[in-house]
């Protein structure tokens, strides 16, 4: 046995690991069976098969691999390689076994690598080098596109430092056309857009900011929750980047007094993304927001979302439920459509006809017929609803309930046999059947038809390589990566009673709370009790909520 296989040898096994994560409540037992019958049905990795499988993020797993082992994680840049390393063991054999040799540690050297349960490769290394190995643990994209960078042809942007620092622009007002169009094929400002979208993606940012000010230009990115400033530029760059992104978007490249709209789809490292744009006139000049519709790093399962194993099988339950209304409430950015996919693809089979009406559709699934509203041409919420419930549907999941006359539709589908998923935007679970009530729906037909309200925000969890402190990883933020917080309001026969009589929100919640009802705040204190997050985030998050609490007590 090596060293490095001595080193690992008590703790190296897959299946303690999956018991670990069971123990952590990030795995449920069904979860772990499915991984352990993969792994040994395949030849595939650890993280290749518990990413395939759809039960982490690859970040995620790299984070709980490590902390199992005992090990660091790393996310080192390509320019901080030592390349006389890579030169002694060769870049083709680290490409094809997925391994990097980062540096020099004392008498070792420091390889990352994506499974830390399969030490061969890296333990090759080690032997090329005639040193001991220290392993790190890194996600295998990471790895990949560092190898692909050191080698040359990654075919990313050019690094900000790099761009040309002379004016794009002279004159910023100008209102030539053709210029304009010519400005936006120059080579800087092609290279700028790209690396900010290319970076926006890396990051796993939401929302890529593009925001004039009155001396220059800031990039911010909404990742986690949290919007950063993450880079500037000269405001001559404005005008060729305003008419790089309307070109992509197909907007009107001339306007520059109203708003617009439009969307674009790019390729970032060979995968497609889709992205939102809103254009917006600002004293400064257009303000632009890309909202990153990338699903190929999202896991819909209920387990890779951060749900309690007894949580599980609660929404396992009502995703059986043979007719009713099922809500998900919070606020935009709450994950709401991530969770209503995840328990809808519990009731996904080829026995049950499955429509969705949503604006946009955010997740692309076969077997599920979905349909894109478009107010332009007069396909709104209520009249695709109508359409949908000519096609002999089973299960139909509408967007958002935005008006009377389609929660109207909604409770007419469910009180003929249908079962409905949909959203509000509500702080609290109580507060979305107060929200019915307000549309103006009468509280027997709400009592007679919701069978349970979801509320939920996504929390920020505490990074584990540096248990809060900062890091490379992290950001220097002290967190990484989110978790749910959730309530689950069960409209009970007495609860459905009190809603029939028309019993105030505060008279529900109390009857909910006295039938097992936990309350948001008081699961968001579990998770911090367990060092999953942390008091300030949970402040942060969930003020709203306790106030709004307050106010009805």
């Known amino acids: 046995m090596s060293t490095l296989e001595q080193h690992l040898a008590p703790t190296r096994d897959f299946d303690g690991f999956l018991s670990f994560l069971q123990v952590h409540g990030l795995l449920t037992p069904e979860a772990a069976k499915r991984a352990r019958n993969a792994r040994a049905s395949t030849d595939h990795a650890a993280d290749v098969v518990l990413i395939e499988l759809g039960l982490t993020r690859e970040v995620d797993l790299a984070r709980h691999m490590a902390e199992y082992l005992s090990l660091s994680t790393t996310a080192v840049a390509a320019d901080a ?7 002694s063991v060769g870049l083709a054999y680290l490409e094809a076994n ?12 420091v390889v990352a690598v994506a499974d830390p349960f399969s030490a061969n490769a890296a333990e090759a290394v080690g032997y ?9 643990v890194c996600t295998r994209s990471h790895i990949l596109e560092t190898l692909r960078t050191l080698r040359g042809d990654a075919g990313a942007a ?8 002379t004016a794009v622009v002279e004159n910023e007002d100008f209102d030539d056309v053709e210029r304009l169009r010519d400005v936006a094929r120059e080579a800087p400002v092609i290279r700028f857009v790209n690396y900010i979208i290319q970076s926006a993606v890396d990051r796993g940012a939401t929302d ?13 990115m909404r990742c986690d929750g949290m919007l950063d400033l993450v880079e500037t530029t000269s405001r001559s760059m404005l005008a060729g980047i305003a008419t790089r992104i309307k070109i992509l978007s197909q907007l009107n490249i001339a306007e520059r007094r109203l708003p617009q709209d439009g969307r674009m789809r790019v390729a970032v490292r060979g995968q497609e993304i889709d992205l939102r744009v809103s254009v917006l006139p600002s004293v400064h000049g257009e303000s632009f927001v890309l909202r990153i519709l990338d699903r190929s790093g999202v896991t819909l399962s209920l387990e890779a979302l951060g749900y309690a194993p007894d949580a599980i099988g609660h929404l396992r339950a009502l995703a059986q439920t043979p007719n009713g209304i099922i809500l998900v409430t919070g606020p935009t950015g709450s994950g709401k459509t991530t969770t209503l996919y995840s328990i809808l693809r519990e009731r996904q089979s080829e026995q049950v006809k499955i429509f969705t009406v949503e ?3 955010e997740y692309r699934l076969d077997g599920i017929t979905q349909l894109q509203v478009d107010p332009s041409i007069d396909l709104t919420f209520a009249r695709a609803l109508r359409s949908v419930l000519r096609h002999d549907p089973d299960v139909i999941l509408v967007g958002e309930i935005r008006d009377r006359e389609t929660a109207q539709i909604a409770i007419q589908a469910a009180l003929t046999g249908h079962l409905v998923f949909s959203t509000l935007h509500t702080n609290s679970a109580s507060g979305a059947l107060a929200r019915l009530t307000d549309m103006g729906v009468d509280s027997y037909l709400i009592g007679a038809t919701i069978r349970a309200v979801i509320a939920q925000r996504l929390l920020r969890k505490t990074c584990l390589s540096c248990r809060g402190a900062g890091c490379d990883l992290c950001h220097d933020t002290g967190y990484s990566g989110r978790t749910v917080t959730y ?3 069960d409209v009970t026969r007495e609860t459905a009673g009190a809603i029939n009589a028309g019993a105030a929100e505060s008279e529900v919640l109390d009857r909910s709370v006295a039938q097992g009802f936990v309350r948001m705040v008081d699961h968001a204190a579990g998770l911090t009790a367990a060092g999953i997050t942390t008091p300030a985030e949970v402040r942060r998050v969930l003020d709203q909520v306790r106030e709004s609490l307050d106010a009805r007590d």
């Open 98 to 109: 997925q391994v990097l040799p980062i540096e020099l540690a004392g008498a070792a050297v």
């Open 128 to 136: 090329c080098l005639d040193r001991p190995v220290e392993l790190r």
């Open 81 to 87: 390689i030592d390349r006389a390393l890579l030169d």
């Open 359 to 361: 604006d946009p559709v």
């Open 208 to 220: 890529l900011h593009i925001e004039p000010r009155s001396d220059h230009v800031c990039i911010r």
């Open 158 to 165: 050019p690094e900000l430092t790099d761009r040309p620092a």
């Open 487 to 489: 309530e689950i309001l």
